[in-house]
C-alpha cells in the first residue's frame, strides 16, 4: 500500500475482527479443569477477565497459579482453542469494513497476542490478508501485556509512514487501549469480546457495541 500518511487503524483479532468466544471459553474450562475448577459462563469470563492472563486465574483462585500450574493450564487452553477455533468465523461485518477502510485510501493492520505463527495462516484462510500493511501476533510466552507489542508494531509500521497520533487501536479488552496510550494512538473498544460494557466504560476511552460505530470513532479520533 506504499507510505501512509492517513488515518490507520490497529485491529485486535480474537474477540474483535474473530468472533471466537465460544472456543475461548470453551478452551478457558478446558484449563480451568486440569486443576479441578468449576466451569464459567461467557458472562462471569466478561467480568473477570483482565490481564496478564495468571491475574485473571487468580481473580477465580483467589491466589495466583504456581508456575507448574500455569503451564499445565496455558497448554490446556491453547490445545483446546485449536481443536475449536475451526468453528469460528470473522465478526458481524468485519469483511466490508476492511474493504471500505482500505478503498478509502487509508491504511489498517493487525497485532494480537494470539501466537504469530498461529495468526498469519488464519488471517489468510479468511482471505482478508491484502487489506493490512502488517500482520503481527505474540512472539514468545503467552500470558503477558500487550504493551510492549504495540511499540514494535508501531515501529515497524513508522517505515510505511503511520504515525501513532494518527492511529487508532479497535480491541475488546482493556489491555488494547492500555497499550495504545503506551505508544501515544487513540483507542475504541468493543464489547462483542472478551469485557464487559461496565468493565470497558472504566477505561476512559470510546466504547461502542459494533465494529461499524469502532471504525466511525476512529475515522473521527485519527482525524
Known amino acids: ?33 486440569e486443576l479441578g475448577l468449576a466451569p464459567i459462563t461467557l458472562e462471569r469470563y466478561r467480568a473477570l477477565y483482565c490481564v ?21 493450564m496455558d497448554a490446556a487452553f491453547q490445545s483446546h482453542y485449536s481443536a475449536h477455533r475451526s468453528r469460528c468465523r470473522l465478526a458481524e461485518g468485519a469483511t466490508e469494513l476492511l474493504a471500505g477502510w482500505r478503498s478509502a485510501g487509508r491504511s489498517q493492520s493487525i497485532l494480537s497476542m494470539y501466537g504469530h505463527d498461529e495468526l498469519v495462516p488464519l488471517v489468510k484462510g479468511f482471505g482478508i490478508e491484502a487489506h493490512f500493511i502488517r500482520v503481527d501476533g505474540r512472539t514468545g510466552p503467552s500470558g503477558g501485556s500487550k504493551a510492549e507489542h504495540m511499540v514494535r508494531h508501531l515501529a515497524q509500521l513508522a517505515l510505511s509512514g503511520v504515525e501513532p497520533a494518527r492511529t487508532v487501536v479497535i480491541g475488546d479488552a482493556a489491555d488494547d487501549a492500555v497499550a495504545a496510550r503506551h505508544v501515544g494512538a487513540g483507542a475504541v473498544l468493543y464489547t462483542g469480546g472478551s469485557h464487559s460494557r461496565a468493565g470497558l466504560e472504566g477505561v476512559g476511552v470510546p466504547v461502542v457495541d459494533t465494529l461499524g460505530e469502532a471504525v466511525v470513532v476512529a475515522e473521527r479520533l485519527a482525524g
Open 1 to 33: 500500500m506504499g507510505m501512509q500518511t492517513g488515518a490507520h487503524i490497529v485491529w485486535d483479532w480474537n474477540g474483535t475482527l474473530f468472533h471466537d468466544n465460544d472456543a475461548i471459553i470453551s478452551a478457558t474450562n478446558a484449563a480451568f479443569a
Open 52 to 72: 496478564p492472563v495468571p491475574k485473571f486465574y487468580e481473580r477465580l483462585m483467589g491466589r495466583l497459579p504456581t508456575e507448574a500450574e500455569w503451564e499445565v
